[in-house]
């Protein structure tokens, strides 16, 4: 156990990050989303701050790969091949940048989007064409350098291109894998140390592979419509959290 967790992590929340890994998993095979946001909540609480993004970036690397690998057939390749230059561009930008930004400007942007894309009227057909999904991704690339909280908006994005539940799940799984790739990276580039935390990510991702082909099984036993809906109040979920996290780190409640 020692071996397996860093200093910085005692072998009891080693332990259960380890169970947080499979169950996160399992919901986002599920539901389309939200395990990544909660994962990162549990991660925050009990490990030091400046691991927090990039180690979590590693795990959902993992876990987002072995979902899309069990889901390979579903994954919709059009959505991808626009999506991979926008994470280039978008990492690049973030990587030369480095640059703090006031974290309540991100939360709101994001919530705001999410819940539009949510429960507003759909988005013109041009706006998920080669050159929008291009420029979301870019955007989003590029804002999940700093927050690590991207997740809930990509996702309601491609929930507006299609309605099929695995393909939702596999064709973000596929989005979200290429977008923590570049983590790595950046954050080794920038000096973190990768190696200290090593076993351990590796760990989460095996456990978090373990919730993800249970997940699956579950998500067979839905239908499309169950899963939108369920998918659209996760999402919400998720943005109401980063509209309470602005307004605490806006400072607006005195």
């Known amino acids: 156990m020692d071996l397996l967790f860093p200093e910085a992590l005692s072998t009891g929340a080693g332990l259960f990050l380890l169970a947080a890994s499979a169950v996160t998993s399992m919901l986002t095979a599920v539901l389309g989303a939200g395990g990544g946001v909660l994962l990162l909540v549990l991660m925050a609480t009990w490990m030091p701050p400046a691991a927090i993004i990039p180690v ?49 400007l991100w939360q709101l942007t994001i919530a705001g989007f999410v819940l539009y894309l949510c429960w507003g009227p759909k988005l013109p057909k041009a706006y ?31 929930k507006q291109i299609h309605t099929d539940r695995f393909k ?24 973190f140390v990768f190696s200290e935390w ?12 373990a919730g993800t082909w249970l997940g699956l099984r579950l998500l067979n036993t839905m239908t499309n419509r169950w899963f939108s809906l369920a998918f659209n109040v996760v999402l919400t979920l998720l943005a109401l959290r980063l509209l309470w996290q602005a307004a605490q780190s806006a400072g607006w409640f005195g």
């Open 56 to 104: 979590h970036g590693m795990i959902q690397l993992g876990s987002n790969t072995g979902r899309a690998v069990l889901t390979f057939r579903h994954i919709d390749w059009r959505v991808i091949l626009a999506f991979a230059p926008g994470v280039v561009a978008g990492a690049a930008l973030g990587a030369w940048l480095l640059v703090n930004l006031p974290a309540h």
């Open 168 to 191: 939702t799940v596999s064709t973000f799984a596929a989005a979200m894998t290429l977008q923590h790739a570049p983590k790595a990276l950046v954050f080794g580039f920038a000096g």
């Open 198 to 209: 090593l076993l351990f990510i590796v760990a989460m991702i095996a456990c978090g592979f």
């Open 128 to 158: 998920f064409g080669p050159a929008g999904i291009f420029l979301a991704s870019a955007i989003t690339s590029f804002i999940s350098l700093f927050v690590g909280a991207t997740g809930p908006l990509v996702a309601a994005f491609i």
